[in-house]
């Protein structure tokens, strides 16, 4: 029975600006719970105020390094450099060993965050293959301007291009460089779970383990609000982002990483207040562009999260408490 019970996890996910933090931390102070992040953008450091980190304390235990927000540990939060992204596979990686290390210490794993292609590899040990960097290639993509990418995208798999943001050219390119090498839908391809045979690339053969899964059980808790309070809350964090010093967070980046970087241009806020900081519009046109594009991105979000039926959506922290106290208790 104890087994079992150190084997179970729970994910908190919903849109942008939907309460998953304030709800992840009650859940784990009553559950002694510990948190691993799911926002791809919450991983960089020096991205505080664009991704909503919240104020916290660094410690150190032995070994490892976590964030202390209200009392609850929170990793791989500001963990690694703007300077060179991680990507999904790498992400997948080594989420599910900080859980597995996390269970490991009798605490629940918790897995919190909006970013779905995420959340789903790490429930669902979902990989990308193989697929090594391709210079040329990039180098030609890298010429075209975000929406040509995005068209091309489209073109080529609808469902993924669906699910990403139109303004990440580094997701649009990795995508169009694994369709190209591979010949198959990116989306069609992540459905393929971690030890699965891929197709061969390059004489490159797959160096994705099985012990990277997390072999757990997971409970998916998504947090509903209605439409209007969602984008209701939405406007009210930018204005406190910029109130915050969002552009001076922005303009920071940009100097050490330059306007192109993959964080300024794959980022909402930044991306918006880039078109400002180059004079092609006024600060309040940045500000009601991030406003737009972060409305749209929770309306993507949901159609993502609406497709798995197994997400158990709940509009209060004593639902999602009920929830998860009846899961545990299985």
Same mark, same amino acid.
Request: charged share 30%; hydrophobic share 40%.
């Given at each position: 029975?104890?087994?079992?019970? !150190?084997? =179970?996890?729970?994910?908190?996910?919903?849109?942008?600006? #939907?309460? =998953?933090?304030?709800?992840?931390?009650?859940?784990?102070?009553?559950?002694?719970?510990?948190?691993?992040?799911?926002?791809?953008?919450?991983?960089?450091?020096?991205?505080?105020?664009?991704? /909503?980190?919240?104020?916290?304390?660094?410690? #150190?235990?032995?070994?490892?390094?976590?964030?202390?927000?209200?009392?609850?540990?929170?990793?791989?939060?500001?963990?690694?450099?703007?300077?060179?992204?991680?990507?999904?596979?790498?992400?997948?990686?080594?989420?599910?060993?900080?859980?597995?290390?996390?269970?490991?210490?009798?605490?629940?794993?918790?897995?919190?965050?909006?970013?779905? !292609?995420?959340?789903?590899?790490?429930?669902?040990?979902?990989?990308?293959?193989?697929?090594?960097?391709?210079?040329?290639?990039?180098?030609?993509?890298? =010429?075209?301007?975000?929406?040509?990418?995005?068209?091309?995208?489209?073109?080529?798999?609808?469902?993924?291009?669906?699910?990403?943001?139109?303004?990440?050219?580094?997701?649009?390119?990795?995508?169009?460089?694994?369709?190209?090498?591979?010949?198959?839908?990116?989306?069609?391809?992540?459905?393929?779970?971690?030890? #699965?045979?891929?197709?061969?690339?390059?004489?490159?053969?797959?160096?994705?383990?099985?012990?990277?899964?997390?072999?757990?059980?997971?409970?998916?808790?998504?947090?509903?609000?209605?439409?209007?309070? &969602?984008?209701?809350?939405?406007? /009210?964090?930018?204005?406190?982002?910029?109130?915050?010093?969002?552009?001076?967070?922005?303009?920071?980046?940009?100097?050490?990483?330059?306007?192109?970087?993959?964080?300024?241009?794959?980022?909402?806020?930044?991306?918006? !207040?880039?078109?400002?900081?180059?004079?092609?519009?006024? !600060?309040?046109?940045?500000?009601?562009?991030? =406003?737009?594009?972060?409305?749209?991105? /929770?309306?993507?979000? &949901?159609?993502?999260?609406?497709?798995?039926?197994?997400?158990?959506?709940?509009?209060?922290?004593?639902?999602?408490?009920?929830?998860?106290?009846?899961?545990?208790?299985?």
């Amino acid at each position: 029975m104890k087994r079992a019970q !150190l084997e =179970k996890a729970v994910a908190i996910v919903g849109p942008t600006a #939907s309460g =998953k933090t304030s709800l992840s931390i009650a859940l784990a102070k009553e559950f002694g719970g510990e948190i691993v992040s799911a926002d791809s953008r919450q991983l960089y450091r020096g991205t505080t105020i664009c991704t /909503a980190i919240p104020e916290g304390e660094w410690r #150190s235990f032995g070994g490892r390094r976590a964030l202390m927000i209200e009392g609850v540990s929170h990793y791989m939060l500001a963990a690694y450099s703007p300077a060179k992204m991680i990507t999904m596979g790498q992400y997948r990686e080594r989420a599910a060993w900080r859980l597995r290390e996390i269970a490991s210490r009798k605490k629940l794993p918790m897995l919190v965050g909006g970013t779905g !292609l995420y959340v789903r590899a790490v429930v669902d040990g979902f990989a990308v293959p193989p697929v090594e960097p391709n210079p040329e290639l990039r180098a030609r993509l890298e =010429k075209l301007d975000t929406g040509q990418l995005y068209s091309m995208l489209l073109d080529r798999d609808q469902a993924y291009a669906k699910s990403i943001s139109p303004n990440n050219k580094r997701y649009i390119i990795r995508a169009l460089e694994v369709i190209e090498a591979t010949g198959e839908r990116f989306s069609e391809l992540q459905k393929r779970r971690v030890g #699965s045979d891929f197709p061969a690339v390059g004489g490159t053969p797959p160096s994705l383990k099985t012990k990277d899964m997390w072999r757990g059980d997971f409970l998916q808790i998504g947090v509903e609000l209605p439409r209007e309070e &969602l984008y209701r809350r939405i406007d /009210a964090r930018v204005d406190q982002m910029i109130a915050c010093g969002l552009p001076e967070e922005a303009r920071r980046l940009a100097r050490r990483y330059g306007w192109e970087a993959p964080i300024i241009a794959g980022t909402l806020g930044y991306a918006q !207040l880039r078109g400002h900081f180059l004079g092609e519009y006024g !600060l309040d046109e940045a500000v009601r562009l991030i =406003k737009r594009d972060t409305r749209h991105y /929770a309306r993507r979000q &949901l159609i993502w999260l609406r497709r798995d039926e197994r997400i158990r959506w709940v509009k209060s922290i004593k639902e999602a408490a009920s929830e998860l106290r009846r899961f545990l208790e299985r």
